[in-house]
């Protein structure tokens, strides 16, 4: 079954940076897009950014230009760098494996938490 696995929140201060990282076991047959989602305290799971494949992305307006996704194929790993952090950026951060292929099964991570301080 795919689990992919977060890492790399934590506390920081307003105006500070964090990279998020996303990884999972490769499986044969199976080809993915990544995104990344938040949930605040209290509030619903937002969409953040999105991968392709091929390489094109998609961001929320509210990270537009502050968050950064890319990803490497070769480690089956996506990444958030997170730039010019505010504390309404402070969320549970969770990855999303979505299958490009038929069959295969969408997977959620279990989140990491970043905490931004004013």
């Known amino acids: 079954q795919v689990q992919p696995v977060e890492s790399g929140g934590g506390s920081v201060q307003a105006g500070g940076s964090l990279t998020l990282s996303c990884t999972s076991a490769?499986?044969?047959?199976?080809?993915?897009?990544w995104s990344w989602y938040r949930q605040a305290p209290g509030k619903g799971r937002e969409f953040v950014s999105h991968?392709?494949?091929?390489?094109?992305?998609a961001y929320a307006d509210s990270v537009k230009g502050r968050f950064t996704i890319s990803q490497d194929n070769r480690k089956n790993t996506v990444y958030l760098q997170m730039n010019s952090l505010k504390p309404e950026d402070t969320a549970m951060y969770y990855c999303?494996?979505?299958?490009?292929?038929?069959?295969?099964?969408?997977?959620w991570g279990q989140g990491t938490q970043v905490t931004v301080s004013s």
């Open positions: 999303k494996m979505r299958p490009r292929t038929t069959g295969c099964s969408e997977a």
């Open positions: 991968i392709e494949r091929a390489g094109g992305t």
């Open positions: 490769v499986y044969i047959g199976c080809s993915y897009e």
